[in-house]
């Protein structure tokens, strides 16, 4: 009974104390991901819209499982072998900015859902938005909202979203 106690003891603290590679490794909210994971054991970001097609060609393509790559414990998935690589060479170049999080939204201090349906590409950038409604508030000023977007993404990027309150 004692040597059945130890083991239950010794697997328990080797589970909470040995890292998995598999688990994600970003701090709260860092990134605007779907709920559940990938079978790449990434949370999948983007909505699974091939971010490279996007920013290449202004088309929002669904990518598939069978071309993932996880950058930063967020899987993306691509429409081809070739637009994966691409990413793969140059990650930073094609991920959304402010996190995949409405760019709008942090521009006022807060993280919203970032729907790739409304977005836009500047400077070879990727900004998404929450809605029609807040696109069409950015399309007001787009430079002014990036702008404060970049700004504020430096002050909440690790803050958890129900700790934000959005400057209104």
């Known amino acids: 009974m004692l040597k059945a106690i130890f083991l ?3 697997v328990a603290t080797l589970a909470t104390t040995i890292p998995f590679s598999s688990a994600p490794a ?4 860092e990134y605007n991901t779907v709920p559940g994971l990938t079978a790449a054991g990434a949370p999948l970001g983007l909505h699974g819209i091939d971010p490279v097609a996007f920013i290449k060609s202004g088309n929002r393509v669904e990518g598939t499982a ?3 790559s996880v950058h930063d414990g967020v899987a993306y998935y691509f429409s081809t072998q070739r637009n994966l690589n691409a990413f793969e060479a140059n990650p930073s170049q094609y991920t959304p900015q402010n996190g995949g999080f409405c760019t709008y939204g ?3 201090g807060a993280k919203f859902d970032g729907d790739p ?9 990727l ?6 409604e807040i696109y069409d508030a950015y399309q007001q000023d787009p430079k002014g909202t990036i702008a404060k977007a970049e700004k504020n993404w430096t002050r909440i990027r690790s ?3 129900k700790e934000l309150k959005p400057a209104g």
Do not use: Q
């Open 159 to 161: 803050t958890p979203s």
């Open 106 to 108: 942090v521009s006022v």
């Open 127 to 132: 900004y998404v938005f929450l809605n029609e």
């Open 66 to 68: 069978k071309y993932t």
């Open 117 to 125: 349906r409304y977005s836009d590409v500047v400077d070879g950038k």
């Open 8 to 10: 239950v003891a010794t």
């Open 26 to 29: 970003f701090a709260a909210d």
